[in-house]
């Protein structure tokens, strides 16, 4: 590595406050936004972000940025906190692959409520997502695979995105954007036993990512200010949080000439990533041999690390853990014919043949596939029918991955499916449109408080 990484990343995003955007680089940012909202919305009317919004009313506070989940405007730290934790409940957000990382949760709640607060129109906007996702990602990619032995990463490097997009909008300059991502490094937080084990917490790391940032951004900005070295020295994060000072030559390639929200994953699913790989490895095989699921004695998943560590499941007690399970997630894609909001129902959380089909799939890691991780996610599978045909198939990415992207069509009928319930359809179409063609920003939408269309 050539150079201090805070510095080289600092530099970065300060240029994406200038830098010509083309034309595909704005789409690819207006769909990272489209999406951030269809994956918030749902969450906007229940699960944590509804309790903590009613918990902490009080310290709204004044201003212009807006907290979905009901309610007026208010200050720009509490609308990230509450709009960060409501895009991550129902587990359809963003994920950068190769860092293993959700970036939009955190950033783009930050910067769409410091936007408001500043009353910046959706150029700013776009550049300071831009930015966040620029450093967030990469940062994701130093610290990976062995970060997240320990950590959520989206909770820790989350906080980091949220504080550049945080400090563009403030108008700093690299050195500012610097001190941002240094006073972040101090903040970010969140293990994995809060992501793994039992509790509503997972979808407040993404909340308190995006507050913290937002606190370190404007802290910047008001001359604050941390260690330029915070990310790989023998004491900075790097080193706190993984087995060395952070792979900067991997996460620094290409930078300047390809930016990582133009290579984002966009979730087909609505349970956790690592599941993907199996789900369609399973639609793979059903388009090549039509099965039931009565006729199926076993379905056999080898994958890797988290594939076992964290969603090998078969204790699921509530729709958190049913998310974070192959066996449930398997038996509710071929009882179903989908794992969207509907298969995390209490309905479907109470029906007696999932949780019967649940023992028939069993999980290991392969060796192989392990080691292509975080750069591949892979499964393979074996499926065993009852008349005793057995069914192979290797499945080398995801469906969302930047090699098979969602079209804007399904990216648009993702929405579609899970804004409508939340916003009236007129309400639904217009916040799209906002967001795919306007210069101006997104403002306050009314919900309509009914639960997320379940289709």
């Known amino acids: 590595m050539d150079g201090n990484p805070l510095i080289l990343l600092a530099q970065a995003a300060e240029a994406w406050r200038h830098r010509d955007i083309a034309p595909a680089l704005r789409h690819d940012t207006r769909r990272a936004v489209l999406d951030w909202f269809a994956s918030m919305l749902p969450g906007c009317i229940e699960g944590p972000a509804v309790t903590l919004a009613h918990a902490l009313a009080a310290d709204r506070g004044s201003g212009s940025a807006v907290a979905y989940t009901g309610g007026p405007t208010g200050s720009a730290r509490f609308a990230a906190l509450i709009n960060g934790t409501a895009s991550h409940t129902v587990e359809f957000d963003d994920i950068y692959r190769d860092g293993g990382y959700h970036a939009g949760s955190p950033t783009i709640s930050a910067a769409l409520a410091v936007a408001q607060a500043e009353g910046v129109d959706a150029d700013a906007f776009h550049r300071a997502v831009i930015g966040g996702y620029e450093v967030g990602c990469r940062i994701a990619m130093a610290l990976q695979p062995s970060h997240y032995r320990d950590w959520h990463i989206t909770a820790t490097v989350g906080t980091m995105g949220a504080a550049v997009s945080t400090a563009m909008l403030k108008g ?83 930078l300047g000439d390809w930016t990582p929200i133009s290579r984002m994953t966009y979730k087909n699913h609505g349970c956790c990533g690592h599941i993907f790989p199996t789900l369609d490895g399973l639609r793979a095989l059903q388009a090549q ?118 079209s804007d069509a399904e990216l648009f009928a993702k929405y579609d499916e899970l804004a409508l319930g939340v916003l009236a359809a007129d309400d639904a179409r217009r916040l799209k449109d906002t967001v795919m063609s306007s210069g101006d920003l997104p403002g306050a939408v009314p919900l309509t408080g009914r639960r997320p269309a379940t289709a």
């Open 172 to 254: 700093c300059d690299a050195t500012g954007i610097g001190h941002a991502i240094a006073i972040a490094s101090s903040f970010a937080g969140g293990h994995q036993e809060n992501l793994q084990g039992q509790g509503l917490t997972k979808p407040l790391h993404c909340g308190h990512a995006a507050e913290a940032g937002v606190l370190a951004g404007l802290a910047a900005a008001a001359g604050i200010t941390g260690s330029p070295d915070s990310l790989h020295a023998p004491h900075g994060y790097a080193a706190a949080t993984s087995d060395g000072t952070g792979d900067w030559d991997r996460a620094l390639a290409g």
């Open 289 to 406: 041999v039509d099965f039931a699921p009565e006729d199926v004695a076993q379905v056999e998943v080898a994958g890797y690390g988290p594939t076992k560590s964290i969603c090998d499941r078969m204790e699921v007690n509530s729709a958190r853990d049913a998310r974070f399970s192959v066996q449930y997630c398997t038996a509710a894609l071929l009882h179903m014919g989908g794992v969207r909001l509907a298969a995390f129902a209490p309905e479907a959380l109470a029906r007696a043949d999932l949780r019967a089909f649940m023992p028939r799939v069993r999980v290991t890691e392969d060796p192989a596939i392990a080691a292509a991780y975080p750069g591949r996610r892979q499964a393979r599978l074996r499926v065993t029918l009852t008349d005793g045909t057995v069914l192979d198939h290797f499945q080398p990415t995801r469906k969302g991955d930047p090699d098979d992207p969602l």
